[in-house]
């Protein structure tokens, strides 16, 4: 009890000072807040009933909260899609900020977990015990949901990279799968000089695929220790490996300017005029519902290496459920949170479509076999899985990285539209988070 | 008056080309400034058509045929009804649970937004009282500020208030329509003359029923375009709803179609872009059909103020 309070405290502690500008930190201690609870008080709680509001757009946890309401009888969860991404979070700061309507549960990207985080509106879950959960996630999940001794929220799904490529258009055209990206490259040459309405990829300037490159390619652009931040994206190691290659596919106009999700993305997805996706492991669900009419012509590869003969991967996307401090019944929200991403519900999460983050899942021979119609029978899960495991430690996010994010079109965006290096863009990218950064009280590159 | 074209007289008498440009064609009669005025109305009606076409063409296509298919033409098998079935029981229904919801704001809302303006308008043009400037002066401003802008404190103040994520929340804001009382003060002032008032209180009329009886007649076209104006705002209102509004149960159908065309964009989720344009088509026909109703009203209106002159 009395290092749990203290560990409690030092993180406290942490946050009012990362915190200074972002919320006031009063000098009370809201007591009874920090208080452990044990999986016999949860028990009671779950018996005693009552209800919890969930926000959440993960479309999986239908599932989940059916069988946990019949499990629980006396809970009731009410889930409710406020939002995807941005919309939701601009909602979340809004109730939080207006101190009503705020929902128990909250799906948050591990992205923006570190916003959340330092606004103080996330519970500690390690006082339930969910610290000792180490073990049971995979590497880049876990760091992103935890940050010193405090653990922000349980990680809900991954995505581990893969290269996902159109066979039929690759072998049409005679181009090998690419194991690098220096291959990547040049089957990008080849693909559009053989078909000029043909692309290897899309893109348009997207910060989550950007970061998640300069991840693999073993680049820390963001570190961020209590009120010190660091914004390195310009000399950092990561960066430059992703922005020699990319200038080159830009230069030479070898991407299609197609905008991810967009209905025209679909479109090239389907018929062919879009080759390949590097992305996370959760986009076999969409391919299945989205590009219905390109089934079969699909496969996943392990994502491109930047040295040859390499094996890391990359984290893209995933998204993790947090417990809010001003929810009204947080010990029946962790429950929940619990039951959705440790216990039962992984299960029905996954036979949904989701992408696990829970490491006994990634290596049950279930999952492994599992065989992808959509991507002529491939067991794909084996890919994925292997790529989970090579995700390299030591990444992390801005503290505001959804502020980050949102203006990265402003900056990087340049580079796609208009004569403006990748490298400059980066630089004003950079720019503009100090600036941010330093307005709101952190020390920022000092 | 009248364009030329009209005017011609019988076919085959021949009028001079504009401007001495050549005639190439034989057939072509009319002057040339006729022509080209012809085109541009057919490149605006285009214009305007065009977007529309493109959602009743695509709202008879299947996802599939969606994403390879021409978009401006019929492809694949003809999935309107089934589109429409679709849309309709999709999710347990809710697009019919948030058609009834647009509709109970456009009719609170929108419609308490035009009797508050009627009675408004009215009062500030036919009576006087003391800080009538201040009025005019706060309306002309109120018209002057986005709603936009208004939108977040609107949000803290109904959130003090503990009416965020409430109907309430939506109706409420909507009834206030600087404009619309803008618009009837200054239509009040012109089509109610004040001699008839006079006339009907010499009459021993009180001021209810004379307001009744005689204005309201007179105000009608005024009402008409008040209230078209304030329906169109808030059957298309997306903003206000969207920071108001978390339950997607009392969603308004803009919030609604805006959700589903974000499921295409998340990890796991289902594309429905079919749903999504068959839901905006069936989104856009109730005011097409309020246009069609109340335009003669309207234009009956404007032409009774003309001749009065």
Known sequence: ?446 | MGTPSYTDGPAGHRTPPARGVPRRRHFADRPRRSVLLTALMGLTALYALLPLAWLVINATKTQKSLLDSFGLWFSGDFALWDNITQTLTYDDGIFVRWFLNTLLYVVAGAGGATFLAVLGGYGLAKFDFPGKRAVFATVIGAVAVPATALAVPTFLMFSKAGLTDTPWAVVVPSLVSPFGLYLMWVFAAEAVPAELLEAARVDGSGELRTFFQVALPLLTPGIVTVLLFTMVQTWNNYFLPLIMLKDPDWYPLTLGLNAWNEQASTAGGHAVFNLVITGSLLTIVPLVAAFLLLQRYWRSGLAAGSVKG
Request: some cysteine; hydrophobic content about 40%.
């Open chain 1, 1 to 446: 009890m009395r290092t749990m309070t203290r560990r409690a405290m030092r993180g406290v502690g942490l946050l009012c000072a990362a915190a200074l500008s972002l919320t006031a930190c009063g000098s009370s201690e809201e007591s009874g807040s920090d208080k452990a609870v044990s999986t016999g008080e949860l028990r009671t709680a779950l018996k005693k009933g009552g209800s919890i509001t969930v926000w959440a757009w993960e479309p999986t946890l239908e599932k989940v909260v059916d069988d946990f309401e019949k499990k629980y009888p006396e809970v009731e969860v009410k889930l409710v899609n406020a939002g995807t991404g941005n919309d939701q979070y601009t909602a979340l700061q809004n109730a939080v900020q207006a101190g009503s309507g705020v929902p128990d549960v909250a799906q948050i990207e591990y992205y923006a977990l570190g916003q959340f985080a330092l606004g103080e509106s996330l519970e500690d879950l390690s006082r339930y015990g969910a610290d000792q959960f180490k073990n049971a996630y995979s590497t880049g999940p876990w760091s992103a949901v935890t940050a010193e001794d405090a653990v922000y929220a349980l990680p809900m799904d991954s995505g581990p990279m893969a290269l996902f490529y159109n066979k039929k258009v690759l072998d049409k055209h005679r181009i090998a799968v690419p194991t690098t990206w220096d291959e990547y490259l040049e089957a990008a040459r080849a693909l559009h000089a053989a078909d000029p309405k043909a692309y290897i990829a899309n893109d348009t300037g997207d910060a989550g695929f950007t970061t998640s490159m300069i991840w693999q390619a073993g680049g820390t652009p963001f570190k961020n220790t209590g009120t010190d931040v660091t914004v390195d994206l310009t000399g950092d190691k990561g960066v430059t490996a992703f922005t020699e290659v990319w200038q080159k596919l830009l230069d030479e106009k070898l991407l299609a300017p197609v905008t991810n999700w967009s209905d025209e993305w679909y479109k090239g997805l389907a018929d062919g005029t879009i080759a390949t996706l590097a992305t996370g492991a959760w986009m076999p669900a969409n391919f299945v519902s989205g590009v219905e009419s390109a089934a079969g012509d699909w496969r996943a590869a392990a994502l491109p290496q930047w040295e040859k003969g390499a094996e890391v991967s990359s984290e893209n996307g995933g998204s993790s459920l947090a417990v809010m401090k001003a929810g009204k019944n947080k010990d029946l929200a962790y429950a929940f949170n619990e039951y959705a991403n440790h216990s039962e519900g992984v299960q029905a999460r996954i036979e949904a479509g989701a992408f696990p983050a829970t490491t006994a899942d990634l290596a049950s021979p279930t999952f492994l076999d599992t065989a992808f119609p959509y991507f002529g029978g491939q067991k794909a899960n084996e890919i994925f899985a292997r790529s989970a495991n090579q995700v390299p430690e030591g990444w992390s996010y801005l503290p505001y990285q959804v502020y980050a994010n949102s203006v990265f079109n402003d900056s990087v965006g340049k580079a796609y539209v208009s004569g403006t290096t990748l490298a400059d863009g980066l630089k004003a990218w950079q720019k503009a988070a100090v600036d941010y950064g330093t307005d709101q009280g952190f020390d920022v590159n000092k």
